[in-house]
Nanobody
Framework: QVQLVESGGGLVQAGGSLRLSCAASGRTFSIYIMGWFRQAPGKEREFVAAITRDGRSTYYSDSVKGRFTVSRDNAKNTAYLQMNSLKPEDTAVYYC?????????????????WGQGTQVTVSS
C-alpha cells in the first residue's frame, strides 16, 4: 500500500518561507501526477499546486501563484512545495496527493491517495 508522508510544516512569521516535502513509498512514484492541497479551519480543502509526472509542467491556484513553487525528484520519490512570502491566510493543514489522471486537475476526486497532512501556521 502506497504511503504519502508530508513533513516540513511549522510556525513562521509573515513574509517567511517553508519547504514542505512529500515522501512516497513504493517504486511507481514517477507514474503519478502529484498535487498539493490545503485546508484551513472551518473551510473546505482547496487546490494549491500540481506537477506533471516528468516535472516539466506546474499548476498553481491564483492565491499562491508567484509565491509557491512545486517540484519533484523522482529518484527520491519525493515532491516538494517551496512556500515564500507567506501570509497569515496561508495558515492551514497542507496535504500532498497523487493522481492517475492524464493531466493535473484541481478537483479532490481526481486524487486517489493522500498523506496525513502537515500544519503550517503563519503569524502576523
Amino acid at each position: 500500500q502506497v504511503q504519502l508522508v508530508e513533513s516540513g510544516g511549522g510556525l513562521v512569521q509573515a513574509g517567511g518561507s517553508l519547504r514542505l516535502s512529500c515522501a512516497a513509498s513504493g517504486r511507481t512514484f514517477s507514474i503519478y501526477i502529484m498535487g498539493w492541497f490545503r485546508q484551513a479551519p472551518g473551510k473546505e480543502r482547496e487546490f494549491v499546486a500540481a506537477i506533471t509526472r516528468d516535472g516539466r509542467s506546474t499548476y498553481y491556484s491564483d492565491s499562491v501563484k508567484g509565491r509557491f513553487t512545486v517540484s519533484r525528484d523522482n529518484a527520491k520519490n519525493t515532491a516538494y512545495l517551496q512556500m515564500n512570502s507567506l501570509k497569515p491566510e496561508d495558515t492551514a493543514v497542507y496535504y500532498c496527493a497523487r493522481s492517475s489522471a492524464v493531466v493535473p486537475g484541481r478537483r479532490l476526486p481526481e486524487y486517489s491517495d493522500w498523506g496525513q497532512g502537515t500544519q503550517v501556521t503563519v503569524s502576523s
